[in-house]
């Protein structure tokens, strides 16, 4: 990553290829940056608070998925979780804490450096401890962190640079573009195109039945695993013309994203309307289905897609301007009074003596600097690499038609940061039968229970004669219920789990003498109804086993 | 803190950087003696996969980055990095970041396989849980060189005068970490002794029992128990008996003024014979290296003044002449003046022959060229690289890399290096920031004033969090000392509920939440290593597989034992396992739950098609040992504890 300045690039309008490719595809600027720290960080907070609930069920070893067996029977070969060394529920909180400072510290850009690398080992080892109940959303949410963690996400809007300009003893305004330089950086095109071909690939794949008739939307709203109160409520309402409306109004904004995203020409428009287009997507989608982080991790991307002349426009606009210039200068002052509050002395009491020292420019030192950005530039154009074999390999329009060979290396490099590309979501068709696990577990004194129902959604014994209307699973569960019947591997872990359940009710009666787990499943309703039908279940795992 | 430099809170920095060394490189040891067993222990392609011991762990709760660990590969970069951080220590570099981290290393590499290590990995833990407590890189280190140069920027090349040049830092450390780290050896030495009751320390044959242990036997062993006579052998049993009494008792005495040099000095040399005789007849694993680590910390500023006066009665001198227009030369001397506290160098710059000594007639065109160090007793110079090869033989400790430079192949390497620098001598200057006069560009900044000066100036303001934060860093010492008191109670209640020989009463005074603490640092503190009695009997454990093609083959000892022949009837002498290999080969038999990665792992040792194992059997066999004044064991029971054969 090198900075470039109007004097260091020569023209600034760009005459020969190599410049406009580097315009277009390399650069970025450091409002956006800064802006795109803030999302991030958000959306990894917003993630981490998500998992709290399920911390005990998914992250100790009084769960579903205990590190024992995770690590006995890995989904994938390589893995790096440092929760792999939380056996108990207490230990996975302490976990979750650090996460939560290094996620905040990210937030406000204190050291931003330092957190991002650390913001990337928490992310991985929140993850890939649970990748049985991993979806895109994470995948995506991962892939943004590592692609950002090669940027310098702490140029702008951030205690560090607050220290940075007092220490030029040029305090910076939100609306001074010139403040700092535009980034470039082999990472912005990863970034490109980590967004593009998840979007293309997406829109690819959906050729089935469902995306054809434009009947996607109505069976996605149909399953009870994943649709919000507002899915349920808007299924009567779901005529065919709206649901095809929708459906193939969805798969046209996917298949332009890509060209909008990656056009040479014309960017302040077409990154606009990318970024109004996924907006319109996400926020549409999480409101009729609940699908983890994913629409979070997807709208986190549109900050990076901000062009300078973006930038120039809000400045522009003076009320926004205003704004913008008193938040700045409130988060310096905060920084100045936490500054001082924290290390007051006469020797101190400037916010410059903060902020280390200038160091004086030497060839040495200013050599291995230039070596440690061509190893950063060279790193994320190893990693770009990856991520272009890795589409051969898990996106089945590519895979069926080009074998191509990934050695062991490459294969790691993918599995431990979850560099996964693999974009077939509701694809190639929206799914046609909705299912859910229930589980008929008898007491001691003989009444029936549902321990896992129980515990997942809203309602505590649902049967398996139907399936209720919204199950209200979060997505670990509706993953879990959705790959548990079809592992048998992990079924000890949840054996033990129902067996445990007098322990977490506190009540000896409840000791469980039998059970059965069965997948329950029914027919979506077609077009144009609004009643699943053919409910059929399937015991997977009983206890004593016959 | 500054506290009465007495008795047993207080410790000579000059031993917690020789102590530094010396954990440094017991852990260095610890680690290379892990390594070639890496795969097999460490990985979950051998007996001890990561799941298997979080499944069903030894102790309840535990600490260890090593349960990351799956495939070889992440083993081997995790001992790796756990031996840079170990070589960071033993240098003093960055010395209280990379003492945590070693500390981190350590537990982990240890806890990782609990279920198999000794004494040796807890006194090796508790010696750097201790000493993370104290500054040990206030001498001896990198840490000091460069604190040093920072101190005192020499302008100019009078400034490297030894007269001029600062004392050396001898202030005593006061800290309650000193007690605990003695007490902490007092511990494992007298409850050590305490412990073993049994009817075999009576009657002094313990150590003929404990040598036909042939899982850890060594050669020297097996010689003494078929030659020495019982009379020896008994007095040697005394000896491992009452050594280790005898050593605590003095470390106590130096709470007595008047005795405490001698006592000190005396414990020091027994600790060093005790862990010679121990280690000459049995392989303990890094009991031994983690005894010795200890023995610094025990000298005293007594002992220093003593070996320095030793050392300065040999009146060695070299005359360094250097480049005093090179920036790096300049450097080089500033160190080399550091490393000199004996003031054996009296370095002079080649550009002023006024500050030569009188008698010295030197051809400046060679100075323009090479460094020169003359010897003034003999008049011998040696140039180029031969030449610092001479100023560390006189430095002291510098000895062992002037032998390293003087080898054959380095000799020669080492000259073209320095003819390279010296050729490049200007540009390198230049290019690592050096004026050409050698003199540091290092302007001073804010950030450089000491935090101290700066909280002794500190208004009482800010949110309640600020200001706990400043109460807290104000009273840094007091905090370290509040924990090594924490630390203390934590180990010392431990052991009292660990040890057999500690009075019933006093038992449960432990805290359920000590034993956990205890637990996840793999510190336990019973110190029960052949108590109460050795094992009277011996054990081994041997696997009959039968191979694709027919063949009956021992993977387990093949793995880790001197012999694995078939058919076992006998225990054969001298196994030659080591100490994690022995340990697992006494447990595994009674330890069920690890007997499916045993069986596994027997199921996946094969080379060429052929050695494809089909089936097998595992067997223990225990023995008795031959009572005193035999050689030969008695009553060999074999017993299958594990089958595994095709399903029909």
């Known amino acids: ?546 | 803190m500054r506290l009465p430099a007495r008795g047993w809170i207080s410790a000579d920095p000059r031993s917690l950087g020789l102590g530094r060394i010396a954990l440094g490189l017991a852990l260095l040891l610890d680690l290379l003696r892990r390594a070639p067993e890496l795969t097999l222990f460490y990985t979950n392609v051998g007996l001890l996969p990561n799941h298997t011991v979080l499944w069903q762990p030894t102790v309840r709760r535990l600490l260890s980055m090593f349960f990351m660990v799956s495939l070889p590969h992440e083993a081997v970069l995790a001992f790796v990095i756990s031996a840079f951080c170990f070589l960071a220590l033993t240098v003093g570099f960055r010395t209280r970041l990379f003492h945590a981290l070693s500390l981190l290393a350590t537990l982990s590499l240890h806890n990782r396989v609990i279920f198999i290590e000794g004494p040796g990995s807890t006194a090796l833990g508790a010696l750097c849980l201790w000493t993370l407590f104290l500054p040990l890189g206030r001498r001896f280190s990198v840490d000091a060189v460069a604190r040093s140069l920072r101190k005192h920027p020499d302008l100019t090349a009078a400034d490297l005068d030894a007269a001029r040049f600062p004392p050396a830092d001898t202030t005593p450390v006061a800290s309650l970490a000193v007690a605990g780290l003695l007490l902490q050896l007092v511990a494992m030495l007298g409850l050590g002794f305490a412990n073993r009751q049994g009817a075999t320390w009576s009657d002094g044959t313990a150590l003929h029992y404990g040598l036909h242990q042939d899982r850890i036997v060594t050669w020297l062993g097996v010689w003494a128990r078929e030659h020495w006579p019982q009379s020896l052998l008994r007095a040697g049993s005394a000896v491992v008996l009452w050594l280790p009494l005898v050593i605590a008792v003095l470390v106590v005495m130096a709470l007595l003024p008047a005795v405490r040099v001698g006592a000190r000095r005396l414990a020091m040399v027994l600790l060093v014979a005790l862990v010679i005789v121990q280690t000459s007849l049995v392989n303990l694993g890094s009991w031994g290296v983690a005894l010795l680590a200890y023995v610094p910390f025990l000298m005293t500023a007594r002992d220093w003044e003593w070996l320095s006066a030793r050392a300065r009665r040999r009146a060695v001198t070299r005359v360094v002449f250097y480049d005093g227009d090179c920036g790096i030369c300049f450097q080089s001397a500033r160190i080399l003046r550091r490393l000199d506290r004996l003031g054996r160098l009296v370095v002079v710059p080649n550009d002023d022959t006024s500050l030569f000594p009188p008698g010295f007639s030197i051809d400046p065109a060679l100075l323009e060229k090479t460094i020169l160090v003359v010897d003034p007793a003999s008049g011998r110079r040696r140039i180029r690289a031969q030449a610092f090869a001479e100023m560390f033989r006189v430095l002291p400790g510098a000895a062992p890399l002037a032998f390293f430079m003087r080898l054959p192949l380095v000799r020669t390497v080492a000259g073209r290096v320095y003819d390279r620098i010296a050729v490049n001598r200007t540009r390198i200057s230049t290019w690592l920031g050096l004026a050409a006069c050698g003199i540091p560009v290092r302007p001073s900044s804010p950030a450089e004033v000491k935090p101290a000066m700066a909280e002794k100036t500190a208004t009482p303001t800010g949110s309640p969090i600020c200001r706990g934060w400043r109460w807290l860093r104000g009273k840094k010492s007091q905090t370290r000392e509040l924990l090594a008191a924490f630390v203390l109670l934590a180990l010392g209640s431990d052991a009292l509920a660990a040890n057999p020989a500690v009075p019933t009463a006093l038992r449960d005074l432990r805290p359920d939440w000590v034993a956990t603490l205890v637990g996840y640092a793999g510190l336990q503190q019973a110190w029960t290593f052949w108590a109460p009695d050795p094992p009277l009997g011996d054990r081994m454990v041997f696997v009959d597989a039968l191979t694709g093609d027919g063949r009956h083959v021992d993977p387990f000892n093949a793995a880790g034992s001197r012999v694995h022949e078939l058919p076992v009837t006998a225990i054969p002498a001298r196994l030659g396992q080591s100490a994690l290999f022995a340990a697992y080969s006494a447990r595994i038999p009674e330890r069920f739950v690890y007997h499916q990665a045993f069986l596994e792992w027997v199921m996946r040792q094969q080379g060429r098609p052929g050695d494809q194992i089909v089936s097998f059997d595992a067997w223990v066999i225990d023995d008795d040992s031959p009572p005193p004044g035999e050689t030969v064991a008695r009553g060999g029971r074999p017993r299958l504890f594990l089958h595994h054969a095709p399903p029909p």
């Open chain 1, 1 to 546: 990553m090198t900075d470039s300045t109007p004097s260091s690039t020569g023209s600034t309008t760009g005459s020969t290829l190599r410049q406009a490719l580097v315009r277009a595809y390399l650069t970025i600027d450091p409002r956006s940056l800064g802006l795109g720290r803030i999302a991030l960080a958000l959306v990894l907070l917003l993630d981490l608070a998500r998992r709290i609930p399920g911390l005990a069920l998914w992250y100790s070893n009084d769960g579903l998925l205990p590190n024992h067996m995770m690590l006995w029977r890995p989904p994938t070969q390589w893995m790096f979780s440092l929760f792999f060394l939380a056996s108990w529920t207490d230990e996975a909180a302490l976990g979750f804490v650090v996460c939560g400072f290094v996620y905040l510290a990210l937030l406000i850009g204190w050291r931003t450096r330092l957190f991002q690398v650390l913001a990337l080992i928490a992310l991985w080892s929140l993850h890939s401890r649970v990748t049985f109940v991993e979806n895109g959303g994470d995948w995506m949410l991962g892939e943004l962190t590592l692609w950002t963690a090669f940027l310098p996400l702490g140029r702008r809007f951030s205690v560090d640079a607050v220290l940075a300009a007092r220490r030029r003893a040029a305090p910076p305004a939100a609306s001074d573009a010139d403040a700092d330089g535009p980034v470039i950086s082999v990472a912005v095109l990863a970034l490109l195109v980590q967004l593009a071909v998840s979007y293309l690939f997406n829109a690819l794949h959906k050729g089935g039945p469902t995306w054809r008739e434009g009947s996607a939307v109505h069976m996605v709203l149909h399953q009870d695993r994943m649709v919000t109160a507002f899915g349920v409520w808007m299924r009567p309402h779901m005529t065919p013309l709206l649901s095809r409306a929708l459906s193939y109004g969805s798969l046209v904004m996917e298949g332009l994203l890509p060209p909008l995203i990656l056009s040479p020409w014309r960017q302040r428009f077409t990154r606009r309307l990318a970024i109004a287009f996924m907006l319109a997507l996400h926020i549409g989608l999480q409101m009729f289905i609940n699908v983890g982080v994913f629409s979070w991790a997807m709208i986190a991307y549109a900050p990076f897609l901000l062009t300078p002349a973006d930038w120039q426009a809000l400045s522009a606009r003076r009320r926004l301007a205003k704004l913008g210039g008193r938040l700045s200068a409130r988060a310096q002052a905060l920084v100045v009074r936490i500054g001082r509050a924290c290390r007051p002395s006469s020797a101190l009491s400037t916010l410059s003596a903060l902020a280390p020292p200038a160091a004086p420019k030497i060839p040495a030192v200013q050599q291995l600097r230039r070596l440690l950005t061509l190893a950063r530039e060279g790193a994320a154009a190893l990693m770009l690499v990856v991520l272009l074999t890795e589409l051969f390999i898990g996106n089945p329009l590519l895979s069926t038609k080009v074998r191509l060979w990934q050695p062991g290396w490459v294969k790691a490099l993918v599995a431990y940061p979850r560099l996964i590309q693999a974009w077939t979501m509701f694809a190639p068709d929206a799914p046609t039968v909705d299912e859910t696990v229930v589980v008929d577990a008898v007491t001691a004194d003989g009444r029936h229970v549902d321990p896992y129902s129980d515990r997942a959604g809203r309602y505590a014994n649902p049967g398996s004669d139907r399936i209720p209307a919204r199950l209200d699973n979060d997505s670990f569960f509706f993953n879990y219920s959705a790959r548990i019947p079809f592992n048998s591997q992990y079924w000890g872990a949840l054996q033990e789990w129902i067996l445990a359940y007098p322990n977490r009710t506190g009540r000896a009666e409840d000791r469980i003498v039998h059970f059965d787990a069965s997948i329950v499943e029914d027919d979506s309703p077609p077009l144009g109804q609004t009643q699943p039908s053919k409910v059929r279940a399937r015991v997977f795992l009983s206890w004593p086993r016959h």
